[in-house]
């Protein structure tokens, strides 16, 4: 066992509330630790799964989008999906204040460990929550920048989650989104479900997949403005083969509830 106490916070696989029957239809990254983003703690480097793509996601933001780096200045962020603290981490560099969410929970306390080694956990916070945990109150008009890379594919209600993410920005507050899906001119969404991984094996736990909804950039164009979103660019980036969004809240307006899995949201 690594002596570093670090390195010691990688060797936690656990299955966090699942029963025995559940453990099977769970992802593999919420099972077994994968380190999410390079870091380099100056002592040691550690490699994660994406790489430097949490540096890369950034810089294509600003180029595709009306965005800077002085936009993030004194500004509080709403990082979500923070998975091992790779963006959480980049975005306290740039912004005032970063409150982080993930699902699952040792990532989130990964995340809180590590604000607390470099001496920023003033500045950033990490809790263990679903993005559907944070339609109340003391969310609503808290945020200036919602950062929401490589999330929406992975939820069975993007409408919902833009419109919560939408609650939480203060008026003139933007959002950024990013997400694997399809390009298409059409509106459409290939619904792929849990069932369906692309990679890695059960025995090692290392599978990727577990997408609900791939998006055209125009069926993300949709959903954001069914959400309140408005100055809304979505667009295909071949460099990378996702999809790329933007939008800002200009006022809090209402949203048509019908069919909605939570009716009385905000």
Sequence with gaps: MPNH??????????????SEDEIDQQRDLSIKFHWGHNHDFGDFKLKGRMGDRHIDLLANFITLFPVSL??????????IGCWTGGTTLLLAALANKVYAIEEVKKYAEIVSFLSRSFDISDRVS???????????????DQFDIVYFPGVLYHLSDPLLALRILFNSLKVGGFILVESAGINREEPFCRFDGSLIYHSGTKERLNRGGWNWFMPSPSALYRMMKEAGFDE??????????????FGRKLSQVGICKAGLSVPNIR
């Design 5 to 18: 106490p670090i390195l010691q916070k990688l060797f936690t696989d656990t299955v966090e509330d699942e």
């Design 232 to 245: 809304i660019q979505a667009q295909w980036h071949d460099g990378t083969n996702r999809v790329y969004g």
């Design 70 to 79: 002085e936009d993030f200045r004194d500004k509080r962020v709403f990082d």
């Design 126 to 140: 990490a809790k263990p929550l679903s993005i559907y945990d944070c339609n109340s109150e003391e969310f609503y």
